[in-house]
């Protein structure tokens, strides 16, 4: 079970990794239809590589978190500091999950006002689902990392 959680986990953020990379691909209207925020589609129509740059960082990042995962599900090979990471993914994923639900209404600020309450809870929503994976993961597979 720890091992299907994993790749599962793992399975998600190479989804959000390749939906970012597809983001980039789609141009304007997908940053906009995912929910980045209209400044950043608007650099993507002024053929700014700014939004290229943001968005693909991302999606190495992302990338990097599935292999982490699969790593730790043992169907990739050993990745150093396995621990550490996992345990920094899963907070990560769970402090955008967690936090991206408070946000919005909590704060004015321009980076959160920029998107939908709609695409926060959504986003946050999933965030905390692959976080939740990781948790449980990680917590029931942690001596066997």
């Not at 793992?10 to 597809?22: D, I, K, T, Y």
């Not at 209209?38 to 990042?61: C, F, Y």
Request: aromatic content about 16%; proline content about 4%.
């Amino acid at each position: 079970m720890d091992f299907e959680l994993l790749v599962i986990a793992g399975s998600f953020s190479f989804l959000a990794a390749a939906l970012h990379v597809g983001v980039v691909i789609g141009g304007p209207n997908w940053y906009r239809f995912f929910g980045a925020g209209e400044s950043m589609a608007l650099m993507a129509e002024q053929r700014s590589v700014k939004p290229t740059i943001i968005t693909l960082s991302i999606a190495a990042i992302l990338f990097v978190w599935g292999c982490y995962a699969w790593s730790g599900a043992g169907f990739f090979p050993s990745m150093p500091f396995i621990k550490l990471a996992l345990s920094l993914i899963t907070a990560s994923y769970l402090f955008r999950g967690v936090g991206g639900l408070i946000a919005p209404f909590v704060t004015n600020h321009p980076q959160i006002k920029q998107n939908s309450t709609a695409f926060w809870i959504w986003s946050s929503a999933i965030c905390l689902v692959i976080g939740l994976f990781h948790l449980i993961a990680v917590v029931s597979k942690w001596s066997a990392l």
